[in-house]
């Protein structure tokens, strides 16, 4: 982006041709990209456990981000490497920016991010979710994938965080975080993307944790999250694997066929030792857990920071200590860790005093955000927007309740190349037409590159000359 900008701004010359060159050329990546398979994650043919930690400094009072400071990450990454993590997790980014050098130092230090892809201003209602899942929200989410699609060490996308809550309530929100998700999935297939993993971070909450998780693995395999991931907070130091529940909830899920991670744990109750990341990778969890994220880097009002921030300096408090010495003490585990190869949907949980959904039906993508999908959504509005509103009540919210199966790749393959609608997301669907092919967008780089080349062979003659 402000690579080319530069490019057309600059007379032609040598230094002009360079450049060019420099940008169309392909990311030489050194981290492989991390899949699901079963139960788990998979970087290549190694199994993939998520050591991590959240990261965003300022929080929401003072929301901005992380990985657009260059200055920021060339503070505070020497120190993810010294604690040994492989992850952060963001929790909110401006998509109207570059994060090439963020992205390309994390990558280089061996971190992979996990990035919610929602913001306080576009984001799904709690209170009043449906006019809030609209073609302007969809319009950002789409232009956030646009921005981390690139990078291979983009391990994951949240399509919402704690939108659920204790409140019987807030599960009325369910289908319409589970739309987001397909539409996410059916959006990078569309585009030609890799399939980075979608999923849903859950609240610490035990009334509707469980339903939560089964809910957003019912279902048409288009719908369903590609992980699940929830907050943890029930292991206070000094406890156990048993004294903690932990030995409970993985229980619980042992027949979950979807990976599962911590989005957010560490208790600070008590003085934080951080003594569940023995059980966390150790044998009793990994056939279920895929390790977790502590909550988090920098000191904030709540008491969580394992640093200190002031400008572009950090000092290390006692937990960056103990976290560092857990990891340490706490090698990763090898081999597969027990996993499940394959395993079995979920059944839709039944409706009652605590789940409000009563099935699986989904309200259909918003028709003014169908062409995003064969056209792009064009550039992100960022954290403000562009008048400052956000888009919960922008207006175009979805009119219909989507067929079952709408979300697959396919299908909106034929609805773009003027077949069926099926892929739209629409509330009725043709029955027996063969799927049309789903040709991908053709690439502008190798034509680019031969106006590079052509240039580049004209200037050498006039240097002769």
């Known amino acids: 982006m402000k690579g080319f900008n530069s490019i057309l701004a600059a007379s032609v010359g040598l230094n002009a041709v360079a450049t060019f060159a420099s940008v169309l050329a392909p990311r030489q990546s050194?981290?492989?990209?991390?899949?699901?398979?079963?139960?788990?994650?998979?970087?290549?043919?190694?199994?993939?456990?998520?050591?991590?930690?959240?990261?965003?400094?300022?929080?929401?009072s003072q929301l901005a981000d992380p990985i657009a400071d260059a200055a920021g990450c060339a503070r505070d990454i020497p120190e993810f490497t010294k604690l040994g993590i492989n992850a952060v997790r963001v929790y909110s980014v401006d998509n109207s920016v570059n994060h090439d050098t963020c992205m390309n130092a994390l990558e280089a230090a061996g971190i992979y991010l996990i990035l919610d892809v929602n913001s306080p201003l576009y984001s799904i209602n709690r209170q009043d979710p449906a006019p809030s899942y609209n073609a302007m929200y969809l319009q950002s989410i789409f232009a956030t994938i646009d921005a981390f699609a690139k990078y291979s060490n983009t391990l994951a996308f949240f399509s919402g965080n704690e939108v659920i809550n204790e409140t019987t309530a807030s599960t009325v929100t369910?289908?319409?975080?589970?739309?987001?998700?397909?539409?996410?999935?059916?959006?990078?297939?569309?585009?030609?993307?890799?399939?980075?993993?979608?999923?849903?971070?859950?609240?610490?909450?035990?009334?509707?944790r469980y339903e939560t998780a089964e809910y957003m693995n019912c279902?048409?395999?288009?719908?369903?999250?590609?992980?699940?991931?929830?907050?943890?907070?029930?292991?206070?130091?000094?406890?156990?694997?048993t004294q903690s529940g932990w030995d409970q909830k993985v229980?619980?899920?042992?027949?979950?066929?979807?990976?599962?991670?911590?989005?957010?744990?560490?208790?600070?109750?008590?003085?934080?030792?951080?003594?569940?990341?023995?059980s966390l990778y150790g044998s009793d969890m990994?056939?279920?857990?895929?390790?977790?994220?502590?909550?988090?880097?920098?000191?904030?009002?709540?008491?969580?920071?394992?640093?200190?921030?002031?400008?572009?300096?950090?000092?290390?408090?006692?937990?960056?200590?103990?976290?560092?010495?857990?990891?340490?003490?706490?090698?990763?585990?090898?081999?597969?860790?027990?996993?499940?190869?394959?395993?079995?949907?979920?059944?839709?949980?039944?409706?009652?005093?605590?789940?409000?959904?009563?099935?699986?039906?989904?309200?259909?993508?918003?028709?003014?955000?169908?062409?995003y999908l064969s056209n792009g959504p064009g550039a992100g509005t960022g954290l403000k927007g562009n008048d400052g509103a956000g888009s919960q009540n922008a207006g175009g919210a979805s009119t219909g309740t989507a067929t079952a199966g709408s979300g697959q790749v396919t299908a909106t393959g034929a609805a773009a190349s003027?077949?069926?609608?099926?892929?739209?997301?629409?509330?009725?669907?043709?029955?027996?037409?063969?799927?049309?092919?789903?040709?991908?967008?053709?690439?502008?780089?190798?034509f680019v590159c031969g106006v590079v080349v052509v240039l580049s062979s004209m200037l050498g003659a006039t240097l002769v000359l």
């Open 174 to 208: 369910a289908p319409y975080v589970k739309a987001v998700t397909r539409d996410m999935k059916q959006y990078m297939g569309d585009r030609g993307y890799r399939k980075i993993p979608v999923g849903y971070s859950a609240a610490d909450v035990t009334t509707n």
């Open 251 to 278: 229980a619980l899920f042992s027949n979950y066929s979807l990976p599962i991670f911590l989005s957010e744990y560490g208790c600070n109750t008590n003085t934080r030792n951080f003594e569940e990341v023995v």
């Open 219 to 241: 279902g048409t395999d288009d719908e369903r999250s590609d992980f699940f991931a929830f907050n943890d907070y029930s292991w206070c130091d000094h406890s156990t694997y």
């Open 30 to 60: 050194s981290l492989p990209t991390v899949s699901v398979k079963g139960n788990a994650f998979f970087a290549g043919n190694d199994r993939f456990y998520i050591r991590g930690i959240d990261y965003q400094p300022g929080g929401s």
């Open 286 to 371: 990994t056939p279920v857990y895929s390790g977790g994220l502590v909550y988090e880097y920098s000191q904030e009002s709540n008491d969580y920071g394992l640093v200190n921030i002031n400008g572009n300096s950090v000092s290390e408090l006692a937990d960056f200590a103990a976290l560092q010495s857990a990891y340490k003490n706490t090698p990763l585990p090898t081999g597969d860790g027990g996993y499940k190869s394959s395993g079995n949907p979920s059944q839709c949980p039944a409706q009652s005093s605590t789940w409000l959904p009563g099935n699986d039906a989904l309200p259909a993508i918003p028709d003014g955000a169908i062409p």
């Open 418 to 446: 003027g077949g069926s609608a099926t892929g739209t997301g629409s509330a009725s669907s043709s029955q027996g037409a063969a799927p049309s092919l789903h040709i991908p967008n053709i690439s502008l780089a190798p």
